[in-house]
Nanobody, 117 residues
């Protein structure tokens, strides 16, 4: 019963850093050969892949967001996190965490983040 839950502030001011945490239950984020991803969906737009952290800790990011994005993990808590720096209003979106196998098989429910002053 794999479950993912996003958490973090729902409102971030422009220029600040957006920080979200995904808490995973029912699977270990260190178990071979899963990876763990962040995806977002701005209002009225499609899904945008942001990045991923693999079971061994390696990370990969969307080229368009790489300069502002950091994904990390806390294996003792079975959590992985997203930091998006220097946010702008266009970063407003529903942010999802998901597990990656042959597909993105398990998703969190998503959490709304609004960037506004």
């Amino acid at each position: 019963q794999v479950q993912l839950q996003e958490s973090g502030p729902g409102l971030v001011k422009p220029s600040q850093t957006l920080s979200l945490t995904c808490t995973v239950s029912g699977a270990s984020i260190t178990s071979s050969y899963y990876a763990w991803s962040w995806i977002r969906q701005p209002p009225g737009k499609g899904l945008e892949w942001m990045g991923v952290i693999a079971y061994e800790g390696s990370t990969h990011y969307s080229p368009s967001l790489k300069s502002r994005t950091s994904i990390s993990r806390d294996t003792s808590k079975n959590q992985f996190s997203l930091q998006l720096s220097s946010v702008i209003p266009e970063d407003t979106a529903v942010y999802y965490c998901a597990r990656v196998t042959a597909s993105y098989d398990y998703w969190g429910q998503g959490t709304q983040v609004t960037v506004s002053s």
